[in-house]
Each structure stands twice: as structure tokens, then as C-alpha cells.
């Protein structure tokens, strides 16, 4: 029996796509991955007007699973292959004619983080909190951070990436990232009422806005994230990634080489 990790509904114009390995913090893998892909195309087929991107349990996403990083006979192979996985998924959802809102109730991390802002409408709680910290690990950011820069500036992406701070809910609402911040039992009713307003909207006046934006800041979001593959691909199989990696699965602090 197939495990689930991603479950999809679709009504009234709606899908909903709902990271559903909450317990282990929706981590990605290649399982997850595929499946989110099946459910972005999904509501491809079923013509939605919108898109909702959500998750159960503390975790909007844990980002990559570094245990199976750690596992990977060829890792530089596993996690290229996942990276380009994963950027199929993000570049279907900004290059889709609906409108896809992220509702993020916890951390968003490494590649949950880009997964998140891949959204046109992001809904944050007030405890929810977005991180990059691949530097940490020995690698480079992968899953779409390098669009970051379009949103949140180039300095404020190079300090999250290289410095590995918190970006809090109410920070991603002042540098544009988020569309609304909410107390953690509004956010469900939030996010509906916002959806259910986007659905009852145009659908090809919204598809319009939203591709003429998104070109005019980003007109090749697949050139940028085929090399973060590469970067994140080379780094991988370096001492450093190496390290970083196996201090994660460790549990204890990293000794980089430099």
C-alpha cells in the first residue's frame, strides 16, 4: 500500500493540496515530491481557479530529508535528481493559469521555505516562521530561494541564506512575502475567506495579472533553479556537504574544512 503524503481534493474551482506527513514534519523526498507533482497536475486537469497549498502538523515543511541524504549511495545523483524533481513542481505553480495560496501554520524550511513563496498569496499564522539554513548543512539553496531575491531584496535573501536567520511571519507581512498574518485559529477561516473571494473572481483577468508579473520579475524562473541543482548537486558530493550532512544526522555541531 502506498504511503500518502500528499493528499488532493478539488471542488467548486478549488484544489486543495495538502502536505500530509505531518507527524515527521511533511519532510521532502522523493515520495513526497512525486506526489506533490501528481497533485499540481491534477488540478491542472480539473481546470481550478485556485490552488491551495497547505499542511498538517507543526511544520508548514522540515525541508529536505537528510537521512535519506545520508542513506544516498550517490548522493550528488539523489539530490540532483530530487532538486529537478522539486523545481518541476515550483516552476507548475508559478507558470499556472490559477492562483495558488500557501497557507503556512508553522516553520517553513530549506525547501519548504521556496515551496511556500512559490505561492502567488501567501497566509501565514502569527507563530509561523520561513528559513533557508542550507549553509548550515554544507550546501547551497535549492527549490526556487534564488526567486526570493524578487521579493524579499537581495540583502535580506543573502543574510537568511548565509546567515541562516529566522524570517518571522510578521516580517515576511513588512518585506511583501506575506499577504496576511493571522492568530493560529484564524488562519483556516482566513485562508477560506480569501480563496472563496479569489474564486468568485475572474479567473482569466487574475491568470493575466498574475503572468504578467511574475514575467516581468522572473521571465526564466527555470534557468535560476536548473542551477541551483547544479550548485546544491556539487556541493552535495564535496567534503563539506558531506559533513554537513552527517553532523545533521548526528545531532551534533559540524566541522567544516572551509
Known sequence: MTEIFVRYEYADGIARITLADGDRGNPVHHGSVAQLHDAVRAADRDHARVVVLAAEGRFFSVGGDLGAFADADDVAGFIDDLAEALH??????VRSEAIVVSVVQGTAAGAGFPLAAAADVVIAAESAKFSLAYTKVGLSPD????LLVHTLGLHRTLRLAILGDLLTAQEAYAAG???RVVPADEL???ADQVVAGLAAGSAAANAAAKRLLREAAAPAPETAMRKESLSIRTLAEGPDGREGVAAFVEKRAPRFNG
Do not use: K, Q
Not at 88 to 93: A, F, I, K, Y
Not at 143 to 146: I, K, R
Open 143 to 146: 527549490g526556487g530561494s534564488s
Open 88 to 93: 518541476r513542481v515550483v516552476s507548475e505553480l
Open 188 to 190: 483556516t477561516a482566513t
Open 177 to 179: 512575502l506575506v499577504a
